[in-house]
């Protein structure tokens, strides 16, 4: 079947530090991957996302890149801010669910710190 | 932008209350969706909809059910509330395999 997942947090960084929250997944057929991305009080937005191997998402300074001999996709910044504190979601769906499914981590909360 | 409007932020409701939370999109998406957010669980689907009065169960829909009499909203109805019912609620909608768009959330608590 398929499934997420994600590293435990929480994670708390100092700012301008190094950001990597590791993503893998299981997938039956042709999945496409996510990141979204949950700020306090607020429902989730979509950050980046990657449609086949190989592809690299990026958006707001942060990465990821669609590895299929890894089953990975893990999202990575170089200079994190205080404003990047938020809940990170990895998420996959698979072109052939009916409907439409995504597939969710738990999700990882990031604290960052002055 | 697509926005995905969700009718409460917060509600406090009581056990054995029949509870209804509204989800309208505008942007003539076919799929929507219903997932709980819990800490340490993430987002659980409670139920998805593919097309107007089509209705699919999800990974937790029991002691839920849903309506959808047209394209545009999604409706979540708690039969009779309980309090391990209270959780953050959110909806989202697609149109291609491509992204959900989500709502901001309804945070429902059961007394």
């Known amino acids: 079947g398929n499934s997420v997942t994600q590293m435990e947090g929480p994670v708390t960084l100092s700012e301008e530090a190094f950001l990597t929250i590791n993503c893998t997944y299981t997938a039956t057929g042709y999945p496409s991957l996510f990141w979204y991305v949950q700020y306090p009080g607020e429902g989730l937005q979509l950050l980046l996302k990657?449609?086949?191997?190989?592809d690299k998402g990026s958006n707001k300074g942060f990465e990821a890149t669609y590895r299929k001999e890894t089953t990975s996709f893990h999202l990575e910044k170089g200079s994190v801010q205080v404003s990047d504190s938020a809940v990170y979601f990895c998420?996959?769906?698979?072109?052939?669910?009916?409907?439409?499914?995504?597939?969710f981590g738990t999700g990882t909360s990031l604290t960052v710190i002055p | 932008d697509v926005k995905v409007t969700q009718s409460s932020r917060y509600l406090v409701k009581r056990t054995g209350e029949k509870v209804f939370l509204e989800c309208v999109q505008d942007m003539d998406h076919e799929n929507m969706f219903w997932y709980r957010q819990d800490p340490g669980l993430g987002l659980r689907l409670i139920y998805f909809?593919?097309?107007?009065?089509?209705?699919e169960k999800g990974d937790i829909p029991e002691g839920y059910s849903v309506s959808r009499e047209k394209k545009e909203r999604f409706s979540l109805i708690l039969e009779s509330a309980s309090t391990n019912q209270t959780s953050m609620y959110l909806c989202?909608?697609?149109?291609?395999?491509?992204?959900?768009?989500f709502g901001s959330g309804t945070r429902l608590t059961v007394v």
């Open positions: 989202a909608s697609s149109f291609t395999p491509y992204g959900y768009t």
């Open positions: 998420a996959l769906s698979d072109r052939r669910n009916t409907g439409n499914q995504f597939y």
């Open positions: 990657a449609t086949k191997a190989d």
């Open positions: 909809s593919y097309d107007v009065k089509m209705k």
